[in-house]
T-cell receptor, first 113, second 113 residues
Framework: QQQVKQSPQSLIVQKGGIPIINCAYE??????FPWYQQFPGKGPALLIA?????SEKKEGRFTISFNKSAKQFSLHIMDSQPGDSATYFC????????????FGKGTKLSVIP | SAVISQKPSRDICQRGTSLTIQCQVD?????MFWYRQQPGQSLTLIAT?????????ESGFVIDKFPISRPNLTFSTLTVSNMSPEDSSIYLC??????????FGQGTRLTVV
């Protein structure tokens, strides 16, 4: 059973566009939702994270929107750049100090110059 | 954050053999984890490496296949035993810091021929 569903699987946008990646979860015990960015040949890097008591969090060009009632959250990348081309994973964690991540399947983003 | 070093970064192994992957962290951490990322796929938690006690394995992973050691708070090893081509994956070490954030090493890319 896939506990975190991520879409789309791949995404191509023009430079300056705003790619949006969506995730939905089923387990209401999840209480921490990080996003990871992974470049080929590298490990995932923590990008931004949110808790369910906040509806939006922004860090630089990256914004998470969170809808607790719908059990959905999304990542927006403002003014996307070719350097943002990577695979993005949403994840969810249950319980403070758990650190055990349940990942979505990933979205491969390509930003075209 | 933490600096996480994995060795080897990649290896090609014969089926039936075993490979031990090392994970070294630049600071003491309580929580260490091992994940598997199959080609083009998401990350799946293999086990939690517990210092001073046996690792805690997730469903579908067993100690005989993936023995784990955690001799201290900065080091862990994962062994992939009796390898088959289906074990070809990226294996990633992860540590938990600050109550919520999980960080990853660069990964070990394993190819079994």
């Amino acid at each position: 059973q896939q506990q975190v569903k991520q879409s789309p699987q791949s995404l191509i946008v023009q430079k300056g566009g705003i790619p949006i990646i969506n995730c939905a979860y089923e387990n209401t015990a999840f209480d921490y939702f990080p996003w990871y960015q992974q470049f080929p040949g590298k490990g995932p890097a923590l990008l931004i994270a949110i808790r369910p008591d906040v509806s939006e969090k922004k860090e630089g060009r990256f914004t998470i929107s969170f809808n607790k009632s719908a059990k959905q959250f999304s990542l927006h990348i403002m003014d996307s750049q070719p350097g943002d081309s990577a695979t993005y994973f949403c994840a969810a964690v249950s319980g403070a100090g758990s650190y055990q991540l349940t990942f979505g399947k990933g979205t491969k983003l390509s930003v075209i110059p | 954050s933490a600096v996480i070093s994995q060795k080897p970064s990649r290896d090609i192994c014969q089926r039936g053999t075993s490979l031990t992957i090392q994970c070294q962290v630049d600071s003491q951490v309580t929580m260490m984890f091992w994940y598997r990322q199959q080609p083009g796929q998401s990350l799946t938690l293999i086990a939690t490496a517990n210092q001073g006690s046996e690792a805690t394995y997730e469903s579908g992973f067993v100690i005989d296949k993936f023995p784990i050691s955690r001799p201290n708070l900065t080091f862990s090893t994962l062994t992939v035993s009796n390898m088959s081509p289906e074990d070809s994956s990226i294996y990633l070490c992860s540590v938990g810091i600050g109550g919520t954030e999980a960080f990853f090493g660069q990964g070990t890319r394993l190819t079994v021929v």
